[in-house]
Nanobody, 130 residues
Framework: QVQLVESGGGLVTPGGSLRLSCAAS????????MGWFRQAPGKEREFVAA???????????DYADSVKGRFTMSGDNAKNTVYLQMTSLSSEDTARYYC????????????????????WGQGTQVTVSS
């Protein structure tokens, strides 16, 4: 089992930026897909972004259409941490953001499916408001 702890959320004005972090601990060597999902009040949880290392040198990554060009995922293997850099934020980005971990995935469809992920963090709240 992998333990995931998100941080970096907060209140930001429209047009602003935030960087979320997800620190992983436990049997991280067995997990090669890391994803970000979000859930806004009154809405279902939705896919935001994910990266999956299928081999040491190849990976698959995808972003939701609503965040493409604004959000970027990155990682620090030494720290077992992945990041979600968010820019040009709007009120529509207000949500609780969750980090998730799962097995290696090769298709974009798998990356977006919540059921494909085994472990989840508690989430961090992002509020975009003036």
């Amino acid at each position: 089992q992998v333990q995931l702890v998100e941080s970096g959320g907060g209140l930001v004005t429209p047009g602003g930026s935030l960087r979320l972090s997800c620190a992983a601990s436990g049997r991280t060597f067995s997990r090669y897909t890391m994803g970000w999902f979000r859930q806004a009040p009154g809405k279902e949880r939705e896919f935001v972004a994910a990266v999956s290392w299928t081999t040491r040198f190849t990976y698959t990554t995808d972003y939701a259409d609503s965040v493409k060009g604004r959000f970027t995922m990155s990682g620090d293997n030494a720290k077992n941490t992945v990041y979600l850099q968010m820019t040009s934020l709007s009120s529509e980005d207000t949500a609780r953001y969750y980090c998730a971990a799962g097995r290696p995935m090769e298709t974009l469809k798998e990356l977006k499916e919540q059921d494909e992920y085994d472990d989840w963090g508690q989430g961090t709240q992002v509020t975009v408001s003036s």
